[in-house]
């Protein structure tokens, strides 16, 4: 039998993929995933499967597209007793914990995982069974909620700690006591290194409110080039969550928001550092180890004029994203397309986990991981996918970005070699018109 590896899953809330060194941000500072980086496959292609926080998690856990996995808006979660690649690990032995966030919002609030010494386990008063209606409809906390606006998060930028930093503070600590239980129990002395670890530090940064430690919003305020006077994408979707000078914010606010960014991505850095340094403190090698590191979705930080995510703009839909196994892979950048809920079956081949029995839209990396892309790019149309809601979804195939965003709204076509910025709808180009049959007939079969 072939001996299943640790596993350490790294994984941050809303980071711009290119806001890290080992994209080639020469301002920010992320020592520590470059560090990792630096032996790792990095796919330079990377997307979401939903530029949703929930949807995008419960799709990559699932290997399954957020209409097929049922969860395709924020308040939504798969059903109780899916089969995750969590599931999957815990099927063949793996202790599987996780430390951080997973977003649940239904009733089974593990999904797999074993452990959860700390997360945001909360059950979504919208998932509760045998709700009393009148009630909760005039509930005011529940009803009248409302988020601020982008405009205000711009505005509230700048030096703070709010419960985001505390909650990762928190989960970092949980995730260094596992590792320490696991492979020493100084305590109580029963450490278990013989079964196999599936660890999961799941973040929140640098998701906003853009809060920042004092010391690193300084050395960014002045250093940041924010995205100032973008011009807005004339679509009725894609021109949605502006931040106005009109509403209030200034430049210097833009600034300050991008710069608190920034700073959250170092502190973000500085957590899985912590991580990594406990692993080698207690006497393994990271070399023995799968690492992976990625996040949900992006964060347009102003590019376009709008921020936050829901777009299918690179800086929303686009994602970092690397597999760390030098014992197994050198060094490499892939360029070729690909997708998180691809995650499913390249751990299920990494790992020797048997593939689960029912379809999913994931594929194995490994033959990528090996610099072979014959079947990538014939077999799979070196296709990604994204989609949220009942109507919005994104198809590219090579360079080519098709959008749908039902029968009201224009589609959008991106050619990123010609048009890398996205500023040019070209679908209706003429020079296109022999692509779009194949993007519409994908999109009928994705269910749309």
Not at 55 to 75: I, L, V, W
Not at 100 to 109: I, N
Not at 269 to 280: A, C, M, P, T
Not at 395 to 411: F, H, S, T, V
């Amino acid at each position: 039998m072939k001996k299943h590896p640790n596993v350490l899953f790294l994984m941050s809330d809303e980071h711009r993929f290119d806001v890290s060194g080992f994209h080639g941000n020469q301002v920010v500072r992320t020592p520590n995933l470059d560090r990792l980086a630096k032996d790792a496959v990095v796919f330079d292609n990377a997307y979401t499967p939903s530029p949703i926080c929930v949807p995008g998690r419960q799709a990559m856990m699932t290997g399954k597209f957020p209409r097929d996995c049922g969860s395709e808006k924020f308040k939504s979660d798969i059903p109780p007793g899916s089969m995750t690649w969590a599931r999957r690990f815990a099927q063949h032995g793996y202790s599987a914990v996780c430390c951080g966030k997973l977003h649940h919002t239904g009733p089974d609030q593990m999904q797999g995982w074993t452990k959860r010494p700390f997360g945001d386990m909360e059950l979504s008063p919208w998932a509760i069974e045998d709700t009393v209606q009148p009630q909760f409809e005039t509930n005011r906390d529940l009803k009248d909620w409302k988020k601020w606006s982008d405009t205000k998060e711009c505005l509230r930028a700048g030096v703070g700690k709010g419960r985001y930093q505390i909650f990762d503070e928190q989960a970092t600590a949980a995730a260094l006591s596992v590792l320490d239980n696991h492979f020493l129990d100084p305590m109580y002395d029963r450490p278990s290194p013989q079964q196999p670890l599936l660890l999961k530090v799941s973040l929140l940064h640098p998701h906003y409110p853009y809060f920042a430690d004092e010391e690193l919003f300084r050395y960014y305020l002045n250093r940041v080039e924010a995205f100032i006077d973008e011009p807005v994408f004339d679509h009725p979707f894609l021109s949605r969550r502006q931040v106005k000078s009109s509403e209030g914010a200034e430049k210097r606010d833009l600034i300050r928001a991008t710069a608190a960014y920034y700073a959250m991505v170092e502190k973000l850095d500085q957590h899985f550092g912590e991580v990594l340094n406990k692993i080698e403190s207690i006497g393994e090698n990271l070399d023995d180890w799968i690492i992976v590191y990625t996040t949900d979705h992006g964060e347009m930080l102003g590019e376009h004029g709008v921020w936050e995510k829901q777009k299918f703009f690179e800086g929303s839909a686009r994602v970092p994203f690397f597999i760390r196994y030098p014992k197994a892979f050198s060094a490499k950048r892939v360029e070729e397309n690909v997708n998180l809920c691809d995650l499913f079956a390249t751990f299920c081949e990494l790992c020797h986990l048997e593939p689960p029995k029912e379809e999913n839209a994931s594929r194995s990396l490994v033959p990528l991981m090996n610099g072979d892309n014959e079947d990538w790019l014939s077999q799979q149309h070196n296709e990604t996918v994204s989609q949220f809601g009942g109507t919005n979804v994104m198809i590219k195939r090579n360079a080519l970005k098709y959008q749908y965003y039902g029968e009201e709204m224009p589609e959008v076509l991106f050619d990123l070699e010609r048009d890398p910025k996205e500023t040019s709808n070209l679908i209706n180009d003429p020079t296109y018109k022999d692509a779009l049959p194949a993007f519409r007939t994908r999109l009928k079969e994705l269910g749309f």
